[in-house]
């Protein structure tokens, strides 16, 4: 592991830069180009500084709105298809 020297002095109220949106896990996702598209037109006018963002918060939203399909005990996940 290297050292760091601290340089400067920090802003007022703690670290520099963004602040830390806590445990991530990296997750690669393959869209469709149409929806593809669609993310990628939307994002920014949605107020959105990148698109992660914007993705993570559509799935928050579908999840806070009971739209995750949970199964019950012992019944099979149904096969999605493209």
Do not use: C, W
């Not at 340089?7 to 830069?17: A, L, V």
């Amino acid at each position: 592991m290297s050292e760091h020297e601290r340089t400067g002095r920090r802003r007022s109220g703690g670290k520099p830069g963004r602040r830390s949106k806590g445990v991530r896990y990296a997750r690669t996702i393959r869209f469709p180009d149409d929806l593809h598209e669609t993310i990628e037109g939307s994002y920014s006018a949605a107020g959105y500084d990148n698109i992660n963002d914007y993705v993570v918060d559509i799935v928050y939203r579908a999840r806070d709105a009971g739209l995750f399909p949970e199964a019950a005990p012992g019944q099979e996940r149904l096969p999605i298809s493209a």
